[in-house]
């Protein structure tokens, strides 16, 4: 199936050349793939992700995607 | 160590020894005590008998990292009540090395005179002066500040108001020096530039040469609590060098509060931006690679700190647009309006910097004017004339400096995202709950510095909270929140420390090392943080006496009806759990 990633932060160096900050790129997984298991596709370090977001909801690595899910993962990011 | 008063209705001063009850305060403990003490509630915040209390931080002039920080208190023109505004320069350590614990400005001239007042160290005293600045009156602060620097030695301090402080506006804050001598680093919020401006005060000068250190009970405690502050800044993904705020600084957070649906957008219509990417900390740091052929990290706003978020925009020939680019001024001119052209922002930022405007209560106040059907969303170039409006006085430009509150009175629009007169910061309240009851129970009118719930709501950082959970659990978070805040603005050190200490207990245990060192005390964590919650009973007293009751810590009337996009949810937190926020204080 096919879900769609953005990467956010220092993330970003595991995007596809060129692609900015948040552009939504494309990613095949296998039926019942988790947001661990896409990170891990990616080739993320686990401990570089703090937080991943669907749907405006923050979801645990564990959290099952569906067809066309959409990601945004993030690094520990803080301000005011 | 001195309190330094100035009368600016005689243009005399005084100094005096710190009183006994006030040895152990600094930063807002000190200005909000002050003006709790002396100031009568009922006062018209432009009278005579109004204060304005310059303090720097308990730590300011040590070397706890990411100290520089200092708090600046009066009643404020734009709320009716209390208020602290936080700077950091260098002005806070100058401050302290002359044995300044506050300035307290008082009086008012009987004609519409302007001062420099100029503060120098002499034989173990400041010694005082005051000379006419109506030159100086009218003019942008960029221009001003070098002319400033050129006449006086490289080495002052200046704090200054602009045209929006002069003309009295209730959007307008006071300007402190950046480490490049520019008008960058603002006590913005709260219109305590229109104090200033209505005591006849245009500059307030330090020349802190030939000061010595600042002095401290227990030099070994400090030593401990300062590393492990310093560890934890070193340590945390967050804090440290070429971390997430030094790379990306603040604006940072506009992705992130975009994707959670929590990104206030033209005029708190909705909580997603579709240019979000475009304004975003990672846009900023991109931009500036692409044009200036490199890397480029932030800087510190005062010596000393580790963090360093403070950023730099750069246009297309490399020529500086803005220093510093924050999450705030960037979501008010750019999100908050339908902007989405990074360029454009910097260019309002810097209008805003040089009149003395606050950026967010000016972005606020422009996406009302565009809600209500002015000019349109998106319009740069509009922006652009109404904030020169706002700069030069104009009857427009007076109009909108009055604030967002009362320019929504002004076009009969409900849509006023402002709560005690104080318009929103960048984080939807309907989408981030306890950011929504620290906005509405805060002493000092909609503030998310206040009570930074965002923390554990949407960054996962010192726990994690439901955003979206309405429940009163969200009081208790706020509370907690308000009241460690307090304790960190009295403090000096920078609020962003909070992002470590929150997650590294040995950072928390810094902190309090750090001021039991200073000031020779045996404060548990716990008590340390109940200081924090007494200047909030202080604050909240003050407000209770100037008319405030609990049916002002209310989020706006439109957020509890209009259902905000992506989440569709409304502002449902009942009142006994607002009031329960000060009531269980
Ligand atoms: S972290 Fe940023 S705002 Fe805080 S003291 Fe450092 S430069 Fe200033």
Sequence with gaps: MKVTVKLFAMLQTYAPEGARAGTPFEVEMPENSTIADLIDHLDIPEREVKIAYVDGRARSPQFRLEPGTEVGIFPPVGGG | ?585
């Design chain 2, 1 to 585: 160590m001195w309190i330094l008063r100035l009368n600016m209705t005689d243009r005399s001063y005084k100094i005096e020894e710190v009183p006994e009850r006030y040895k152990q305060l600094g930063g807002r403990a000190m200005t909000s005590t002050l003006i709790h003490d002396e100031v009568d509630p009922q006062a018209h915040p432009l009278g005579p008998n109004n204060k304005l209390v310059f303090a720097p931080g308990l730590l300011a002039g040590t070397s706890a990292p990411s100290s520089g920080r200092m708090s600046v208190g009066g009643k404020s023109p734009l709320t009716g009540g209390i208020k602290e505004s936080n700077v950091g320069s260098e002005w806070s350590a100058a401050m302290a090395r002359m044995g300044l614990k506050a300035v307290v400005v008082e009086g008012q001239p009987a004609d519409e005179s302007f001062w420099t007042v100029h503060i120098a160290y002499k034989e173990g005293k400041p010694v005082v002066e005051f000379q006419q600045a109506d030159e100086y009156v009218g003019q942008d602060l960029y221009d001003v500040y070098p002319m400033l620097y050129e006449k006086l030695s490289n080495k002052v301090q200046v704090a200054a108001i602009g045209t929006s402080g002069e003309l009295k506006y209730a959007n307008s804050g006071i300007a402190f020096n950046d480490m490049h001598k520019g008008p960058t680093r603002y006590a913005g919020r709260g219109g305590l530039g229109a104090v200033m401006g209505s005591k006849g005060l245009k500059f307030l000068i330090l020349d802190a040469a030939d000061t010595p250190r600042v002095e401290m009970a227990n030099p070994e405690l400090f030593r401990e609590g300062q590393k492990k502050m310093r560890e934890a800044l070193m340590e945390h993904a967050i804090t440290k060098p070429q971390g997430g705020l030094n790379t990306y600084g603040t604006a940072i957070l506009i992705n992130i509060l975009n994707e959670a649906g929590g990104l206030p957008t033209r005029n708190f219509r909705s909580g997603r931006f579709e240019g979000a990417a475009d304004i975003a900390g990672e846009a900023i740091f991109e931009s500036n690679k692409e044009r200036m052929g490199k890397e480029i990290y932030n800087h510190g706003c005062s010596p000393g700190c580790t963090i360093q978020c403070s950023n730099t925009l750069y246009d297309e020939n490399c020529e500086e647009i803005v220093s510093c680019v924050e999450y705030e001024s960037d979501w008010a001119l750019g999100a908050n309006c339908g902007i989405a052209n990074l360029d454009a922002i910097g260019r309002m930022i810097k209008l805003c910097n040089g009149y003395g405007l606050d950026t967010i209560e000016t972005g606020v106040t422009i996406g009302v004017v565009m809600d209500s059907g002015m000019i349109e969303f998106g319009d740069e170039q509009g922006t652009l004339d109404l904030i020169e409006q706002m700069g030069k006085g104009t009857p427009v430009g007076r109009l909108l400096g009055m604030g967002a509150a009362d320019v929504a009175k002004a076009f009969g629009n409900p849509r006023s995202p402002t709560v005690k007169g104080q318009a929103m910061p960048a984080y939807e309240p309907r989408a981030v709950k306890g950011i929504g009851v620290t906005y509405a129970t805060t002493t000092m009118g909609a503030d998310h510095t206040a009570g930074y719930t965002i923390a554990p709501e949407i960054l996962s950082v010192g726990g994690e909270s439901d955003p979206l959970q309405a429940d009163k659990a969200k009081a208790d978070l706020s509370r907690g929140f308000q009241s460690t805040t307090a304790l960190i603005d009295s403090s000096g050190h920078c609020l962003f420390i909070a992002f470590a200490i929150l997650d590294i207990p040995s950072g928390f245990e810094g902190l309090i090392d750090e001021i039991n060192g200073m000031l020779g005390t045996n404060m548990t964590q716990e008590e340390a943080v109940e200081t924090g919650a007494e200047v909030l009973r202080l604050e909240r007293a003050f407000n209770e006496k100037a008319g405030f009751t609990n049916a002002d810590d209310r989020l706006p009337e439109f957020m509890k009806y209009e259902k905000l996009p992506p989440h569709n949810v409304v502002a449902d937190l009942s009142d006994e759990v607002m009031d329960s926020v000060y009531g269980e204080l």
